[in-house]
């Protein structure tokens, strides 16, 4: 039976000063991480080693594992599913580009237990700029006012994925010609008759896109963002 075990996983792209401050925020939760890292550069793959040596973390390249080019998140998505499960946890993601606070992973994990007849399948922590108000993916929860269901999607920000949810789906059946998973993960739940719950009261410091800046275009330059997702079959969920 779960009971609030957790295997938590980061996946990294670059940006290393980001992802190491991420890092050591977990670590100084006093949780044990592994870290995806998905074809940085070879110096960040080294920093990445480096904090390994220091930290304790466990670090996949996935350039061990696959010549499959960046993004990796299907495989990513598979292998830490296999992991969980063997473990009898629950998986939880957190995002480089997320800085959790000392108690934002066990808060996720308490969100699973005495819910009587409720099915959990996810929970996230809100998302917050630095002056604390909420920010990308979850805007629409600037207008809730507590914590709760909600059938809107979760990003994989920081986000725990349940057991339960990962035993009812076997992530080999993602569709391999996209790049991102979350709104589909996060729907799939939904039809698979679990809720989903957004912590309102848990929120994690987030910086969008810091791995992958050509995505900033969403906001500075919307036209040429979405020529570049659609003509270019880029960012695919």
Known sequence: MVDGS???IM???DA?????QAIRAVVASGHSLTVYDDYSSPENAERLDALRAESGIEVKHLRSYTDHPSPNYRWTLIDAQREAVAKGAHLVIIESDVFVRPDTIDRLAESTKAKGERRIGMVAAVTTDGEGKI???YEYARRMTQDGQTKKRLSFCCTLLTNELLRAYDFEQLDPEKNWYDVFISHLSVRLGFENILQLSNPVLHTPHSSRPWKQLKYTNPLLYYWRKLILRRDKI
Not at 16 to 20: I, K, L, R, V, Y
Request: proline share 14%; aromatic share 8%; charged share 20%.
């Open 16 to 20: 290393m000063d980001q992802a190491e």
């Open 135 to 137: 920010n990308f993916p």
């Open 11 to 13: 996946p990294v792209k």
């Open 6 to 8: 957790v295997h938590i």
